[in-house]
């Protein structure tokens, strides 16, 4: 058990409060991340806050959502990080399943100045918001409104407000809030969509229990992907994604900063 769990919910807050420092900007930043965002109400106007990892730059942040959940975890967490080994060329390729808000789509984007990203994401509310996020690095930045999924369709997911960091595709399961549909994906027609490459220097793979169907289903795709990091949900194993990525050449173990993650490198590229 980590010790930040035994700790009382008023130090662990002043422990929040001073991470934040480490990737917000200014005071003023601080005080619309610790006030207004918490405060705020559903639909209201975003808040506006400077990001010290992005150089400073402004990003857009939705009261009452978990955007403010996911810009902590994001710059202080960096789960969505590639591991160290992983030395990307001069013009990286990138690949961002289930891209949120677009805070770690604009995190590739600044830390690899000439890498190009493609972000894939399910709710369109995430995309306007995402592509809000990364419009200053709109000439190599790109969000695709879609589902990830093993075939192409259309695929239901529910809607919650205050679950926005956590929307999976249905399936039938029954949960709190609103089906809505929307286009599904597989991996060919998103690789198509981005004019067929090559190579993709580093694929993410958050996709709230959809990685499933996508890695043990045809994943050919794979032996184009030097590096791929994969969070697991909805009682899919380590061991079993582990084994999925073997079959197509991927060297996978698990995440050691993240024991949901599992990280895969494909020798044959690396």
Same mark, same amino acid.
């Given at each position: 058990?980590?010790?930040?769990?035994?700790?009382?919910?008023?130090?662990?807050?002043?422990?929040?409060?001073? +991470?934040?420092?480490?990737?917000?900007?200014?005071?003023?930043?601080?005080?619309?991340?610790?006030?207004?965002?918490?405060?705020?109400?559903?639909?209201?106007?975003?808040?506006?806050?400077? %990001?010290?990892?992005?150089?400073?730059?402004?990003?857009?942040?939705?009261?009452?959502?978990?955007?403010?959940?996911?810009?902590?975890?994001?710059?202080?967490?960096?789960?969505?990080?590639?591991?160290?080994?992983?030395?990307?060329?001069?013009?990286?390729?990138?690949?961002?399943?289930?891209?949120?808000? =677009?805070?770690?789509?604009?995190?590739?984007?600044?830390?690899?100045?000439?890498?190009?990203?493609?972000?894939?994401?399910?709710?369109?509310?995430?995309?306007?918001?995402?592509?809000?996020?990364?419009?200053?690095?709109?000439?190599? &930045?790109?969000?695709?409104?879609?589902?990830?999924? &093993?075939?192409?369709?259309?695929?239901?997911?529910?809607?919650?407000?205050?679950?926005?960091?956590?929307?999976?595709?249905?399936? =039938?399961?029954?949960? *709190? =809030?609103?089906?809505?549909?929307?286009?599904? &994906?597989?991996?060919?027609?998103?690789?198509? *969509?981005?004019?067929?490459?090559?190579?993709?220097?580093?694929?993410?793979?958050?996709?709230?229990? +959809?990685?499933?169907?996508?890695?043990?289903?045809?994943?050919?795709?794979?032996?184009?992907?030097?590096?791929?990091?994969? *969070?697991?949900?909805?009682?899919?194993?380590?061991?079993?994604?582990?084994?999925?990525?073997? *079959?197509?050449?991927?060297?996978?173990?698990?995440?050691?900063?993240?024991?949901? &993650?599992? %990280? =895969?490198?494909?020798?044959?590229?690396?």
């Amino acid at each position: 058990m980590r010790i930040a769990r035994l700790l009382p919910s008023s130090i662990k807050a002043q422990l929040r409060k001073v +991470a934040a420092r480490t990737f917000l900007s200014d005071r003023g930043s601080m005080r619309a991340y610790h006030g207004e965002l918490q405060r705020g109400s559903y639909g209201s106007a975003p808040v506006r806050v400077n %990001i010290r990892q992005l150089n400073n730059a402004e990003v857009k942040l939705r009261p009452a959502t978990t955007d403010a959940r996911t810009t902590f975890a994001t710059f202080w967490h960096q789960f969505h990080l590639p591991p160290r080994e992983l030395t990307m060329p001069k013009r990286p390729i990138i690949l961002d399943l289930g891209a949120n808000n =677009g805070l770690t789509v604009a995190h590739f984007a600044s830390l690899y100045p000439t890498a190009h990203i493609v972000g894939v994401e399910l709710d369109k509310r995430n995309v306007s918001i995402a592509r809000s996020n990364v419009a200053m690095w709109s000439d190599r &930045c790109k969000i695709i409104h879609a589902g990830v999924w &093993c075939e192409d369709g259309e695929v239901a997911y529910i809607y919650s407000e205050g679950s926005e960091d956590g929307l999976a595709i249905s399936e =039938g399961h029954l949960q *709190e =809030g609103h089906m809505e549909t929307v286009r599904a &994906c597989s991996m060919a027609t998103i690789l198509k *969509e981005m004019s067929d490459p090559d190579i993709i220097d580093y694929v993410k793979m958050d996709i709230e229990g +959809a990685e499933r169907e996508v890695l043990s289903k045809d994943a050919s795709w794979l032996s184009r992907v030097r590096c791929i990091k994969v *969070e697991l949900h909805g009682g899919y194993m380590i061991d079993q994604c582990i084994a999925d990525l073997s *079959e197509y050449g991927i060297t996978a173990r698990r995440d050691v900063k993240h024991n949901l &993650c599992v %990280i =895969g490198l494909n020798r044959n590229l690396i």
